[in-house]
């Protein structure tokens, strides 16, 4: 039980372009999903938390204007890179929880971004 | 504010030797506390979780850690490592927010395990 399923799991795209990965739960109502960015042998970095039929809480130093998340429904969360550059390409992982305090996150394999 | 610490950045360990990873958090209150394991190029995987009740918490694969409040930490454990364990080993602290639990990692262990 407890899977999230993130889509695609490679993308390459032209700068400029903007870019939208998926993350579902599959067999539980994720009542809040989380967004995180993993650079190259680093820890991940929370970029924001989104509870379902809310706008998300972007953390500190994240551009909401250019990572936008939409949780319209208890089992999907997206994030859409606006206009990526170079800079943006790094691996993106999704996570969801059902929300209760005591609940594991449970994460999908993550999207690797490239950015030419 | 909540951190974690993982002093070992890499270990190394012979197949069929036991291993222990350390973790140390800092929080304000009871922690919830969980290791995960990556796989290059993967998400991660839910080891192990302790939110309260007994101080040893056994998980998947073989896997146990123990809470020690009094020393701040939440080592995780395996008596005798296979070859397929080898990956990356995050502890992470976590605490309810206004949205579920928001989890601080810590910067990761990499595991070489030595056929």
């Given at each position: 039980g407890a899977v999230v399923s993130q889509h695609p799991s490679w993308v390459i795209c032209k700068s400029g372009t903007s870019v939208k990965i998926e993350c579902r739960s599959l067999d539980f109502q994720a009542t809040t999903m989380f967004w995180y960015r993993q650079f190259p042998k680093q820890s991940l970095m929370l970029m924001a938390t989104s509870n379902e039929g809310s706008k998300a809480t972007y953390e500190q130093g994240v551009e909401k204007d250019k990572f936008l998340i939409n949780?319209?429904?208890?089992?999907l969360s997206t994030l859409t890179v606006t206009?990526?550059?170079?800079?943006?390409s790094s691996f993106y992982i999704c996570s969801a929880s059902s929300?209760?305090?005591n609940q594991p996150q449970h994460f999908g394999d993550g999207t690797r971004l490239s950015i030419l | 504010a909540q951190s974690v610490t993982q002093p070992d950045i890499h270990i190394t360990v012979s197949e069929g030797a036991s291993l222990e990873l350390r973790c140390n958090y800092s929080y304000g209150a009871t922690p919830y506390l969980f290791w995960y394991v990556q796989s290059p190029g993967q998400g991660l995987q839910l080891l192990l979780k302790y939110f309260?009740?007994?101080t040893l918490v056994q998980g998947i694969k073989g896997f146990e850690a123990e809470f020690k409040r009094s020393q701040s930490s939440f080592n995780l454990r395996k008596p005798s490592v296979h070859w397929s364990d080898a990956a990356e080993y995050f502890c992470a602290v976590g605490g309810v927010t206004g949205g579920g639990n928001k989890l601080t990692f810590g910067t990761g262990t990499q595991l070489k395990v030595e056929l």
């Open positions: 949780h319209a429904s208890l089992t206009s990526a550059h170079p800079e943006d929300g209760l305090g | 309260s009740g007994d």
